[in-house]
């Protein structure tokens, strides 16, 4: 919960970023075929799932990324060898690439749904 009302905070900054005046909030009017991110209820709950399961994944990469922290100290001061140390290396790097890979296939559909537009607040 507080990583949504971390990005709703971020995505509130990033709506007023440069001059924030009554002037320059006015909503510009949408494209034919642009999707309305602001208007559309639908697609600010799909598009919400979708930065939940962003803010999920990088959860993940961060705990895992932890974890390789607390092995490599251990690795450096000398209670576990380099084996062990290689193991948790290539796991993380395994975990690393694929949750990587599908945040940005995430981050990429987020965009081609409409998903980051500048929304007025």
């Not at 990033?14 to 909030?25: F, L």
């Not at 075929?33 to 993940?60: H, M, W, Y």
Request: proline fraction near 3%; charge should be neutral.
């Amino acid at each position: 919960m507080k990583n949504i009302l971390l990005l709703v905070g971020i995505l509130s900054i990033a709506s007023c970023w440069g001059p924030c005046n009554k002037a320059s909030q006015t909503p510009l009017p949408q494209a034919a075929g642009t999707p309305d991110l602001e208007n559309d209820v639908s697609l600010q709950r799909e598009c919400a799932e979708l930065f939940k399961t962003i803010l999920s994944i990088q959860d993940n990469r961060e705990s895992y990324r932890d974890q390789l922290h607390t092995v490599r100290a251990a690795f450096n001061e000398d209670r576990i060898g380099q084996k062990k140390m290689a193991i948790a290396h290539q796991f993380w790097l395994d975990n690393e690439n694929a949750l990587a890979t599908q945040a940005a296939n995430l981050y990429s559909e987020g965009r081609t749904k409409g998903c980051f537009q500048k929304v007025t607040q």
